[in-house]
């Protein structure tokens, strides 16, 4: 795979992660998490009482799974051979997209812990970066397995 072969699939298995907002169900979990977290802004004001701290914003990185696995999904996508039509998939890929699902789900409860005062806040936005890590890991677990829908 050369390098511009590279940044394009990694180019669309972003936008295609990111597709999952498309779903209605999703888009409505989507907008109905952005609600609560500005109405739960409103109520705990992290900003006015001094309750924020500045290891808080941390919570953000949390998004650095999203281009790791998409990566992942790029580099090792699944062989197929045209004679058997069956995918060849690398059982090893496979289980660290399971590590980092299980990675984001402890970092996310982590932050929801460690944010004392501001719990509502912490957990909409881990749920909001959540769901888009849930298209990021739907893309590059079809792309693992080729399994595409």
Known sequence: M??????SQLNWMFI????????????????????????????QRPLDRK??????????????????????????????SPTLHLAKVNPFVDS?????????????????????GLRWVAFCMVLLQQVLLFGAFFIAGMSVTGDWL
């Open 2 to 7: 050369n390098t511009s072969h590279f940044w």
């Open 16 to 43: 295609e992660g990111l597709g999952i907002l498309a779903l209605p169900k999703v888009r409505l979990i989507f907008i109905v998490l952005v609600i609560v977290l500005f109405v739960s802004l409103a109520w």
């Open 51 to 80: 309750v924020w701290k500045r290891y808080y914003s941390l919570v953000f990185g949390q998004m650095f799974f999203y281009p790791a696995i998409i990566a992942i999904g790029v580099l090792y996508r699944a062989s197929s």
């Open 96 to 116: 660290t997209l399971d590590v980092l699902f299980g990675l984001s789900l402890v970092s996310g409860l982590f932050w929801i812990c460690r944010m004392r």
